[in-house]
């Protein structure tokens, strides 16, 4: 039921960066709102579920993506030659198989990267980027490649619901890039990446498990002899405040490690909470040099997480 893929050597996270729809609007924008609320059994609450803002795009994914990419090689300090290859995530590829390669190729293009491999990670649901981190590590740590670039990219599809039974959607895309050197400037030793699945659940009707997550927090942190009191801070998905809260704690973690402003601040941005938490805690001061902190995410069935050390 689990897997993981902790061992080889040594990889970091640099630059986490985002960018959001350009658009914010608040909840009550929301066309459908009262009859997805009905449909979900969701007491009109927003205050209890932790409903303000979203964010919406009239951009395609390539451009979010290419956004998103050119701001953590300017935060990372690296150049697009310097980049190895391309990770590229997203719930909603557009359009069928034959458009596939001109959506990679603009990514390509627009961040500068030129002809360097490109790999997709499009079937782990809001756990794509903490699929993509597990994959970049293990090409990193492999020796395969030297740096790797990871992007996040979604947006609601025209026509379809911005509200589902766990979280209020927006349109945004995140990335970082996955090194074998820490780099000049802030910078995260990239520990490990865990995952824990329960097949039978898969089905996106069935609800988000803790145990799973405890199964990740045991696999990443006791290798490393360390606890869950160690973890200066989670970065969670964005889903419903008493989700989250109810989630997060069964899993072990305390209040003081969650970060819920961004609920309310931004909603869900399906893979990207994780590295838009952490970008937005590192600004905080939540993540000092030295810190261990989680990323960690949850769909029905399954479970990643990615441990890291702040190191600049």
């Known amino acids: 039921m689990t897997r993981r893929a902790m061992t080889g050597g040594a990889a970091f996270l640099r630059g986490p960066s985002y960018v959001l729809g350009e ?137 379809a619901d911005r509200m589902s039974q766990f979280a209020l959607f927006s349109d945004g895309a995140a990335s970082c890039v996955v090194a074998c050197d820490p780099g000049d400037t802030a910078s995260y030793d990239l520990l490990g990446c865990a995952t824990a699945q329960e097949t039978a659940s898969l089905e996106w009707t069935s ?33 419903f405040l008493p989700l989250v809260v109810m989630k997060e704690r069964q899993a072990g973690f305390g209040a003081d490690q969650l970060y819920t402003a961004n609920i309310t601040r931004i909603g869900h941005c399906f893979a990207a909470d994780p590295l838009i938490n952490l970008a937005d805690r590192a600004a905080l001061g939540h993540v000092d040099q030295g810190c261990y902190c989680l990323l960690a995410s949850s769909v029905p069935g399954s479970r990643i997480g990615a441990l890291l050390r702040r190191v600049r």
């Open 23 to 159: 658009r914010e609007s608040a909840y009550t924008d929301i066309d459908n709102l009262d009859e997805l609320a009905a449909r979900f059994r969701l007491a009109p609450n927003a205050a209890l579920w932790g409903w303000g803002a979203i964010r919406t795009t009239g951009r395609d994914l390539a451009d979010l993506a290419t956004d998103a990419g050119v701001a953590t090689l300017r935060s990372a300090s690296l150049a697009a030659s310097s980049i190895d290859a391309l990770l590229l995530c997203s719930n909603r590829i557009p359009g069928p198989a034959e458009g596939h390669g001109q959506f990679v190729a603009n990514v390509l293009t627009g961040i500068g990267l030129g002809n360097i491999p490109a790999y997709g990670v499009n079937l782990n649901r809001c756990v794509n980027l903490l699929a993509g981190l597990d994959v970049a590590r293990a090409l990193v740590t492999s020796g395969r490649h030297r740096r790797v670039l990871v992007v996040t990219t979604d947006r609601v599809a025209d026509g």
């Open 207 to 239: 609800q988000i498990s803790s145990d799973l997550a405890r199964q990740v927090n045991e696999q990443l942190l006791a290798p490393h002899g360390l606890k869950l009191g160690d973890i200066a801070a989670l970065m969670h998905a964005n889903l």
